[in-house]
Structures are given as C-alpha cells and as structure tokens.
Nanobody, 127 residues
Framework: QVQLVESGGGLVQPGGSLRLSCSVSAVSGNIRSINAMAWYRQAPANQRELVAIVASDETTRYADDVQGRFIISKDSAKNIMYLQMNNLKPEDTAVYYC??????????????????WGQGTQVTVSS
C-alpha cells in the first residue's frame, strides 16, 4: 500500500511563507514509478481544488490564484514533494493534501496504478 504523509502546515500572518512537504512510501509492496504528484487544497464548505501539479518530466502547472507565489518541486531520489508558499493570503487558508499517481507493485499480485491521498496539513493565514 502507498502511503503519503504531509507536513509543514501552520499559522502564519498575511505575506508570510510556509514550505509543505509530502513523503511517499510503500507500507507494503513497492512503488515502481511515479507518474505525477500534485497538491490540492480544501477550505471549509468548499470543494477540493487543484493547486499545483508536477509530472514525471518535471513539467509544472499552477492554479491562477497561486501563480507566481507558490512553487512545486520534488526530490525523486527521496520520493518527497514540496510546495513553497510565499506571500500568503487569508484566502489561502485550507487543508492542503498531497496526491500521487504511481505504478504500484504489491507483495502479492500484479502491478497496478495507484492514486493516493495524504491525510492533509492545515494552513491558516491570519493576522
């Protein structure tokens, strides 16, 4: 089973910065490859929305309201994804989730595509 763990959230003032991280590991079996990694966020009473995504070829794409402020990156050797968030605004307040699309090899059985979510990390931007 593929496991994702987010960290780095917290309370910051408007204009501040945070760096989120997402560690990817296989509790059982093995991850053969990662197709794409992404950050999503969900504010109270709102739908979960895509914030940023990075593909296996390192191509990136951002939501319009975070363009120029957020940077998504990854360390493929360590299977860690990051989201550097700068010039944070109150409207950035949300639970941020890591999402990984991978090719997973279970201990028993054939390889299959696995899409997994982390538990989320809270980001609160307030004065």
């Amino acid at each position: 089973q593929v496991q994702l763990v987010e960290s780095g959230g917290g309370l910051v003032q408007p204009g501040g910065s945070l760096r989120l991280s997402c560690s990817v590991s296989a509790v059982s079996g093995n991850i053969r490859s990662i197709n794409a990694m992404a950050w999503y966020r969900q504010a109270p009473a709102n739908q979960r929305e895509l914030v940023a995504i990075v593909a296996s070829d390192e191509t990136t794409r951002y939501a319009d309201d975070v363009q120029g402020r957020f940077i998504i990156s990854k360390d493929s050797a360590k299977n860690i994804m990051y989201l550097q968030m700068n010039n944070l605004k109150p409207e950035d307040t949300a639970v941020y989730y890591c999402n990984v699309d991978s090719q997973y090899i279970p201990d028993y059985g054939p390889e299959w595509r696995s899409i997994n979510w982390g538990q989320g990390t809270q980001v609160t931007v307030s004065s």
